[in-house]
Nanobody, 125 residues
Framework: QVQLRESGGGSVQAGGSLTLSCTAS????????LGWFRQFPGKERELVAA?????SSDDPSTYVAASVKGRFTISRDNAKATVYLC????????????????????????????WGQGTQVTDSA
């Protein structure tokens, strides 16, 4: 069982930046792929960014959705059991609940089994 806790959400003006953090309850999560999802009211969750485990590579593969490519970056620090989502040049349409998730395997394309509660990002306009 892995428990995840997000932090770093808040209200930000268009063009601003935020970095979300998600810390896992155990330090053996290096074998898990990790992802950041977001959910708009009344909509399904969508994958924003993901990163593979570091079991086979110190430079794990990553995925970033086309809608945020060039603005959002995902990274992980296994020593801190934390995954980050660095969000730059935020736009009003980025306002959503952001959730982190841990996959059941090393591949970010796999199923995500563990979820955090989410952190809200809002447009301050």
């Amino acid at each position: 069982q892995v428990q995840l806790r997000e932090s770093g959400g808040g209200s930000v003006q268009a063009g601003g930046s935020l970095t979300l953090s998600c810390t896992a309850s155990r330090r053996t999560f290096s074998s898990n792929a990790l992802g950041w999802f977001r959910q708009f009211p009344g909509k399904e969750r969508e994958l924003v960014a993901a990163i593979a485990s570091t079991d086979s590579s110190d430079d794990p593969s990553t995925y970033v959705a086309a809608s945020v490519k060039g603005r959002f970056t995902i990274s992980r620090d296994n020593a801190k059991a934390t995954v980050y989502l660095c969000m730059n040049r935020l736009q009003p349409e980025d306002a959503a609940v952001y959730l982190c998730a841990a996959g059941g395997s090393s591949d970010w394309r796999g199923l995500y089994e563990y979820w955090g509660q989410g952190t809200q990002v809002t447009d301050s306009a």
